[in-house]
Structure formats: C-alpha cells, structure tokens
C-alpha cells in the first residue's frame, strides 16, 4: 500500500481558463458483450450474472473483448485536440527530482531518488550523513520497459546486508534477493512466491512470510491460501527453509513475522479478515531461549487491534485501539500478558494516534486532529516532552529510527506544498529543513486551500478540504473534482500531487472529502462505513457534492468524481444512486461487484470492511449498494471512463470488465461510457511512463466532458 519523490525545467503556463460548451449529446456505440444465462440464488434472492464469463481474464475471448474496448477508448480520446498537449504538461509538472527521507542503519543512511521522469526510483546510500550518495539499487536497468519494480529494501542490523523485494508489471507478488552490503553485488540467495511479508532479520538470517508454490500448469493467483513463515539463513537455497509456523485449518489467515531492533523477540501477527474481524492475535517467541514455542501475548482475533512498536527492557510496547476508539499505547509482559497487568505508557487522546516509534530512547507520536497531523515527543514511560512544531496544516510522517538515533527524519506536505524532508534533532529538539523541492512554473501563493464541514444524511459533521486559486468567483460555474476514498481505516490526508496541478491551474477547484470509513477521527469513524453501515459512506460523498453546488462552488454539469480501488466503489455506487448530481464519474481500479469479490485472489480479506454475501443481513446491504447490481436502465449517467489494469491481482479486472459490460448496456448512450485498460500494469501503475499516461487521458477525459477547454502555452 504504499513513495518517495520532486523540479522542472521553466514553463510558462497561461493561468486563465477557457470554457467550451459541453459536448454535445452523441448515441455511443460499443463492442456487442456476449451474455450467458447465469444466476445465483442468495438467501432465497436470484442474482442474474450475465458477464460471468469476463471473470477468466486470460481466456481468448476476454482478451478480444479487452482489445475492441480499448480501440474505441482510444479512439475516443485521440479526438480530444488537447489531449497531446495536456500530457506534454502534466509530464514537465512531473519532471523534477524527488526524494525519500533518509533511514539509517549504523553509519550507513539509505534513501530514494527519482530524478524526474525516470520510471523507477533509484536507491541510493551514503556513508554518513554528509557521505557522497552512490547508486545501490537502480530497478530502471531491469527491464526494457521499465515495470520491475522494487517494493522491499530491509537491511540487516549489522549493515552488511539487505533484502530487497521485486515485483514484476504492478504485481502484489514479490521475489526477494539479498545483497552483499559491502560489494554491493548480490548473493545467489532467491526466495519466491512472496506476498504479504515483512523481512525480520535475527542473526546470519531473516524470517518471511509466503504462499506454496502453485501446482505445475497453474497460475501464480491459484496460491492464495496457506500463510506460511519461513527462515532463510544466508547463503543456503529457498529449499532449505526452516518452517516457522503454519495453520492448515485456517488457509485464508496471514502470518506476519516481526522482530524487535535487539533481535531478542519474534512476534508473530495473525490476521483473520475473511471471518469479519477487523483485528490480530499476537504471539511471541523469545529468541535468546530458541528451544521455546511461541506464546500468546494477545492469543484472540477479535475487532481490536494490536501494532507492536518494539521491546523496552522486558516488555513490549503495544499500540492498540482495544478500549480506545482513538487508539493508546500499553506495555505488556510476555511472560505475564494478562490485561490486568499491562501498563498504560500513553493515554488515549481526544485525537486519533496515527503513528509511534521509538528513537534515541524517546517516544514519537503523531495524531491527528481534524485531518491535519501534530506531532508529540514522549519518555519512553509515557511523558510528554514536545510538540514538534510543523511547517503548517496538513500531513507529516516518519520520525523514525534506532535506540542510538541523535536525529530522526520526518516528511511534511499538503496539497499545495511538495513534500519537504526535515531532521529534527532529538538533544536540541530542534526541527530543520533538510531537503525540499521547487517546481519551475509553479506558484504555491496563488492557491489556497481551506476546510469545510457538511452535514451528512444523519446529521454527522464530515470534514472535506478545498483547494483551488485564490480569488475564485462562486458563481456556480467552477470545474470541480471530488475525491473520495472512505474504507479500511485509511484516512484520506493532505498530499501534494504535480499532476494535479494540471488541473488547479485550469480554474480547477479541488474537494478531498474525509468520509466515514477512513479513521479520520479514529476507530468508530472506521466502523461508522463498514458492513451494513457502508451507506454512510455514499451518503457523506452526496452531502459533500451538494454543498459544493448549494455554496456555489460549482454546479452539476461542473461536477465531477473520480476515486481508485475502494474508491472506485464509491464512485459507482454514488454514480448509480445520483446520476444527476455528477457530469462526469471516474472509477479506477474499483470493487464492484460487491458479491463476488472475495471469489478472487485474496478479496476474501475484505470481509472485514464489507461483510459478505454469505451472510444474510450483510448481503442485503452489500446488493442495495453494488455498482454492478444497481445500474438503472434508460438512465443518463455521467460520463463515465472506467480504469483497470491487467496485471491487478488485487482487485481483478474482472470487477471493472464487468462493470463496464453492464454499463455500456443498460444506460443512456447520451453520454460516453468508455473503459481504459492497461497492460502490463497492476493496482496502480508500474511505471512513471504509464502513471502519467494514465492520468494524461483521464484529465483530458474530465476536461473535455466538463466543458473546459485548457490554456496550455509552452
């Protein structure tokens, strides 16, 4: 889930913006989409499925249908006269260096960079921190097209190696290979079949998390049951593997095996999602006594969630939202773990802990209050020393580091300011810049960005920012784009993107809506838009477009939304349920068929958030709701361009293939309903190259069915 990255080169871009008249009506004609009598019978309801066959994404047939799809997308967007221009743009906002914050490891300090336009970022390390960086790891010289990736890099405590993790064109699936630290040449050491996994380094070795390998002459994708923790000692073959731990009765669980920076405990994770439960068990194996077992620190699943931040002495620091919606920090005994004897080290607060860590003996904490990041140094046992003064509103991470640590390093953006690295200093507490970026063409004073509360259906008070140009007239007549995600407990905070300067500098206004779902304002916000509640979720999104238009921002044929993954289900199930308060709908990569998503790869997980059909209570809401099953025929929907990609082994094209099926077939044909699908891609893009690309047309989609007609000057 998860980015490093920044300049450019002097552009002049004319900041006025030119409205065109919407396109007018025009009868669509797309590739006929074969039918099958299929229907499945739910809690005595029968579920017609008619696109069934477009589940198998490596049939012939499927791949026809890709092929024609794509022809008329593509057809359809060459038209559009700016659209060549418009990618030259986005791609000189893009171009500019840009950097992770530094980690370190002993004196060795490790970070990112990519120098513009490169499609992968390269890894670089230096000796010291004012050590001359030299290239370590460059995914770039990997493949020809540039989609191998490096998702894991995971140094061992002693410096003198390091796992790193490759994934093939968007893949979820890694392969990890070790390198020799000190040559910088990698060993011969390959470990496959890799997914869901951190790298816990004990010793000469390191332990992971990975499936069997699939059975001859099947796919990769077959894999998905059966979690297993493996050790690796270096320089021996993946077949020599010790097997840590298995639970054959409980195929659908992951493992995931940690351990603390003094190597002394393994703490293993397990995660039950596909039965609804939203938290973990934790388990722990003293490491400086091998000949035990593993024992339970908190030995059930349940809803309650439990993060283990390190070791202290005996105990073992615990973030945990099990009686604190908005989580707290507990110290427990491994070899007492009753709840009657841990220790509270930080209080449950009004705001939400988002993060901690542990650094040069101290405690860094971030909250966040309404959507916006504060960030508190504690004592090891819990007492506040400082808030670290951050540059302004919006969203700050990192504060990492070791036990020896005298500085850490912490990101801060928001959306009109590109990410800044700055090095607070944990004697002086002293927070400075360390490296930020500056975009050629690109003022930040001439935007702003403010916070709105709306009232939702039920009367709960939903945060959304605004980002637009100062100054701007509500008239009624601003483009806008609402962006909404609203699931798993992940909140949608401030974040700086170039390519979406591509559209401020048009007279774009910007609305980021904090939805239900997210944990904006902690757990209960989380399970305010899950299971039978999802609705909330699509109702906050509706309160939020309508405010936009009564406050005059902009209007309904201005309007637009556009949201990925589970956000991509919220777009579909809004556009279904107010297709008049939209003119254009973006779902990328997005759950919809809300059915059948745990029947692929590992949607099972999802039960969590979304329930299952299985369960009648919860497969009546998740039918009121689906996008796929609540298309309403003869309706005029908003323009619609739906992506995917062919390599999402996350959510599989499938759920987009089939949307896109029953769309093109059921709706107004006034009003363009088209899929874009990439190659060699996955849940989100696998290389610069095709992430620009793909947000070049989908710009050029919203511009041109909103009316604007973009100043774009060289």
């Not at 921190?129 to 890099?153: C, H, M, Q, Y």
């Not at 500056?438 to 980002?467: C, H």
């Not at 483009?479 to 909140?491: A, E, K, Q, R, S």
């Amino acid at each position: 889930m998860l980015l490093p990255f920044r300049h450019l080169p002097v552009l002049s871009v004319m900041l006025s913006i030119g409205c065109a008249a919407t396109p007018p009506p025009a009868r669509f004609d797309y590739p006929v989409t074969r039918t099958v009598e299929q229907a499945d019978t739910y809690h005595g309801t029968q579920v017609a499925d008619p696109y069934r066959w477009l589940e198998d994404d490596n049939s012939p047939e499927t791949a026809k249908w890709v092929e024609a799809q794509n022809a008329v997308t593509f057809a359809y967007l060459e038209k559009i006269p700016f659209r060549a221009q418009l990618k030259t743009r986005v791609e000189r906002l893009y171009n500019y260096p840009k950097y992770s914050a530094p980690s370190q490891k002993r004196d060795l300090f490790f970070f990112y960079k990519n120098d513009g336009l490169q499609n992968q970022s390269v890894l670089l390390v230096q000796h010291g921190i004012d050590g001359k960086p030299e290239v370590l790891l460059d995914p770039n010289t990997w493949s020809a097209d540039g989609t191998v990736r490096l998702l894991t890099f995971s140094p061992s405590k002693d410096a003198r190696h390091a796992v790193y993790g490759i994934s093939r064109s968007g893949s979820d699936w890694e392969e990890y290979q070790v390198l020799d630290l000190r040559t910088r040449k990698p060993l011969a050491d390959k470990i496959e079949w890799v997914k869901v996994s951190n790298v816990a380094w004990r010793g000469d070795g390191f332990y992971y998390s990975r499936y069997p390998a699939p059975e001859a002459g099947r796919e990769l994708s077959s894999s998905n049951a059966n979690h297993l923790v493996y050790y690796h000692r270096l320089g021996t073959p993946q077949s020599a593997d010790e097997l840590v731990f298995e639970d054959k009765d409980n195929p659908q669980r992951f493992h995931i095996l940690s351990t603390t920076e003094d190597e002394r405990f393994a703490i293993l994770e397990v995660h039950d999602r596909a039965t609804g439960k939203q938290g973990n068990a934790l388990f722990v194996l003293d490491l400086t006594r091998p000949s035990q077992r593993f024992s339970p620190l908190v030995p059930a699943i349940t809803d309650d969630t439990f993060e283990v931040i390190d070791s202290v002495g005996d105990r073992i620091l615990v973030a945990t939202d099990k009686d604190a919606t908005n989580r707290r920090v507990v110290s427990i005994d491994p070899r007492d773990p009753s709840e009657a004897n841990w220790k509270t080290v930080l209080a449950e607060q009004p705001e939400p802990l988002e993060a901690v860590d542990t650094a040069g003996g101290k405690l860094l904490a971030t909250y966040m209050k309404d959507v916006a990041t504060r960030a508190r140094v504690y004592s090891l046992d819990g007492r506040l020393e400082h808030e670290v003064a951050l540059p302004g509103l919006g969203a700050a991470s990192g504060f990492r580091g070791e036990a020896d640590s005298t500085f850490v390093f912490y990101t801060f953006t928001s959306f009109t300011i590109p990410t800044a690295i700055y090095r607070y200093d944990i004697a002086t507490r002293a927070s400075t810049l360390f490296r930020a970026s500056e975009i050629s063409g690109f003022d930040a004073s001439g935007y702003e960005t403010t916070q709105a509360f709306v009232t939702s259906k039920d009367g709960t008070r939903v945060p959304m920012f605004l980002v637009h140009r100062k100054g701007i007239a509500l008239d009624g007549n601003n483009p806008t784009l609402m962006y909404g995600y609203g699931g798993f407990n992940v909140p949608t905070t401030p974040a700086f993107s170039p390519v979406r300067l591509a559209l401020l500098e048009q007279g774009f206004v910007y609305a980021s809506v904090n939805t239900r779902g997210g944990n904006e304002y902690g757990e209960a916000w989380h399970d305010a838009g899950t299971k039978t509640k999802k609705q909330n979720v699509f109702d906050d999104f509706i309160a939020a477009a309508e405010w936009l238009i009564a406050n005059k921002y902009t209007s309904s044929s201005r309007l637009a939304m556009l949201g990925g993954s589970n956000g991509g289900l919220l777009v579909g199930a809004v556009a279904n349920q107010r297709p008049e308060l939209f003119r254009v709908a973006i779902p990328q990569v997005g759950v919809m068929d809300m059915l059948r998503f745990n029947k692929f790869t590992i949607g099972w997980n999802w039960i969590a958030d979304y329930g299952s059909s299985d369960n009648a209570d919860e497969f009546k809401a998740l039918y009121a709701y689906s996008p796929l099953h609540n298309i309403r025929a003869g309706v005029k929907y908003p323009a619609t361009i739906i992506t995917t990609a062919d390599h999402d082994d996350r959510v599989v094209p499938a759920h987009s293939f089939k949307y896109a099926a029953a769309m093109q077939a059921k709706v107004s044909r006034e009003q363009p309903v088209l899929i874009r699908i990439e190659t060699k891609s996955g849940h989100g893009a696998s290389s610069t190259a095709k992430y620009l690309e793909s947000n070049a047309d989908v710009y050029a989609f919203l511009m041109h069915n909103l009316g604007v007609q973009p100043n774009l000057a060289r």
